[in-house]
């Protein structure tokens, strides 16, 4: 028998491993929520303690680009290691007997966080390009079964996720539908310019008497990173007439407050990696209604239902959907839990953007309000960032001469008289700098003394070697 890691963190064994139909759907018990509502805390963690449960970071590397990748801390690998032994010793039983209740307890957890109204709501998938396939194929059956028309169209914005547009280009124009594209307007100083795009962009899907079928909105986007207004563009897609709204929340749960009733989408992701300590990957898809989802890969559990069909889609390793009592158990250790470490993120990233832009003379991309725990930081237009190459060729540069894990935005100038400047001309490069827990102020510092140095030593982008 393989001895499990002790760790009085783990429960690797929910208690309902039983209370499961013969038809292999589950119910949650009072005793489930109960569990994930209240997850038992060790006491607060000490600073000691972050740096030991994070000790497994390359050192001497300033990482500001938690976005990108997550970070997932050494309890909840402990964790993860846990179940995946726990299947190792006796699959069959792990199986028919504590799969799906695992699964489930995560998702009831999930629910209690996001205020779903049922867990049935709530499917772990593996990542938010996971779930833009599942609603961007039910669009696709749409199209393809004649219920919507040629000129009916999807609404986005410009910087949506890559992932998310290839989606639409692979299910959905080749059907007839078509794709409205909203300007995000950047730097940004206020939600109303965004309102406002977006008002044009469906007034443009309406031509020639089309209709937006769905809209997809971030929650916080990518590059540039925004938090946009959600429930305001959501609140007039209704009032618009737009069919469905997908908002992709890929950076928002562990950065941003999430109540999906509130937010009033017909789908929302999350990825649980990110933000939310999970290991690679899970992610959690809202679904405010059932009919006609499925995920993309199917197995034996195809028409169960989303949550069934996501807890199998074949043999593979679950454990990443079953760390979730484990994660409360970790952010209930810090001041305030996840909603504590948010504002701290939040007003440390907005610090350390603060003092960077005061240090280079630039700009931030966004007003404090509209970040979370990532703020873009204009750099100096010395530096010359005049394409996306030289956007990579600085991110490079970065991480080979200087270990610092950053990523680095190209904006084109608008010609107008927004575009913003510093005293050396304008400002078309941004950092997108993230705070986590295991952050510290001199990471910040490294990356504002390596961009001076280049300044110092007369460089641009265009001097750059190319990694
Ligand atoms: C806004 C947004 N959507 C979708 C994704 C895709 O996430 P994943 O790679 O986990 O599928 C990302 C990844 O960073 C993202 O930032």
Request: charged fraction near 20%; proline fraction near 9%; charge should be negative.
């Given at each position: 028998m393989i001895a499990l890691p002790q760790n009085p963190n783990i429960h690797p064994n929910p208690t309902m491993d039983n209370d499961h139909h013969p038809n292999g759907t589950v119910e949650p018990t009072d005793h489930d929520h109960r569990t994930s509502k209240k997850p038992k805390l060790t006491g607060p963690i000490s600073e000691p303690e972050i740096r030991e449960e994070f000790s497994h970071h390359q050192p001497c590397i300033a990482r500001i680009n938690n976005g990108s990748f997550g970070s997932c801390p050494r309890s909840i690998l402990a964790a993860q290691n846990a179940w995946q032994l726990r299947f190792l010793q006796q699959p069959d039983d792990f199986f028919f007997n504590t799969l799906r209740n695992g699964i489930l307890h995560s998702r009831a957890a999930i629910k209690d966080i996001v205020n779903a109204d049922h867990v049935d709501q709530i499917s772990l998938v593996d990542n938010a390009t996971t779930a833009a396939a599942i609603v961007l194929q039910k669009i696709g059956r749409r199209f393809a079964s004649g219920n919507f028309r040629q000129n009916d169209a999807v609404i986005i914005f410009h910087c949506a996720y890559q992932a998310v547009k290839k989606s639409i280009e692979a299910y959905v124009t080749p059907l007839g539908g078509s794709v409205v594209e909203v300007q995000l307007p950047f730097p940004v100083h206020s939600d109303e310019g965004i309102i406002s795009e977006f008002r044009k962009g469906l007034e443009r899907g309406k031509l020639n008497g089309g209709r937006v079928r769905l809209a997809i909105i971030d929650h916080i986007t990518s590059m540039p990173s925004v938090v946009l207004p959600v429930r305001e563009l959501i609140r007039i897609c209704r009032e618009q007439g737009v069919d469905q709204v997908f908002v992709d929340g890929a950076h928002s749960i562990g950065s941003l407050h999430v109540d999906v009733k509130e937010i009033g989408a017909d789908f929302y992701v999350s990825n649980l990696y990110k933000w939310f300590f999970s290991p690679p990957s899970v992610a959690f898809m809202y679904c405010k209604e059932s009919n006609d989802v499925h995920h993309p890969v199917v197995s034996q559990e195809y028409g169960k239902g989303l949550p069934v069909e996501s807890g199998w889609?074949?043999?593979?390793?679950y454990s990443p959907q079953l760390v979730v009592p484990a994660i409360l158990e970790f952010v209930n250790r810090f001041e305030g839990g996840i909603e504590g470490i948010m504002r701290r993120n939040h007003e440390g990233v907005v610090k350390m953007g603060t003092m960077l832009v005061e240090s280079w003379g630039t700009v931030l991309?966004?007003?404090?309000?509209?970040?979370?725990?990532m703020v873009m930081v204009g750099l100096p237009s010395r530096l010359c960032v005049m394409s996306d190459d030289d956007a990579l060729r600085l991110r490079s540069y970065l991480r080979v001469h200087h270990g610092i894990e950053v990523p680095v935005y190209y904006q084109a100038l608008?010609?107008?008289?927004?575009d913003p400047r510093d005293k050396d001309g304008f400002i078309t490069g941004y950092v997108r700098i993230s705070q986590q827990?295991?952050?510290?102020v001199d990471d910040y510092h490294r990356l504002k003394t390596a961009i001076n140095q280049l300044l110092e030593d007369k460089k641009n982008c265009s001097g750059l070697p190319k990694e």
């Open positions: 889609v074949g043999m593979r390793d991309g966004s007003p404090p309000e509209m970040c979370a725990s608008r010609n107008c008289d927004s827990v295991y952050n510290t």
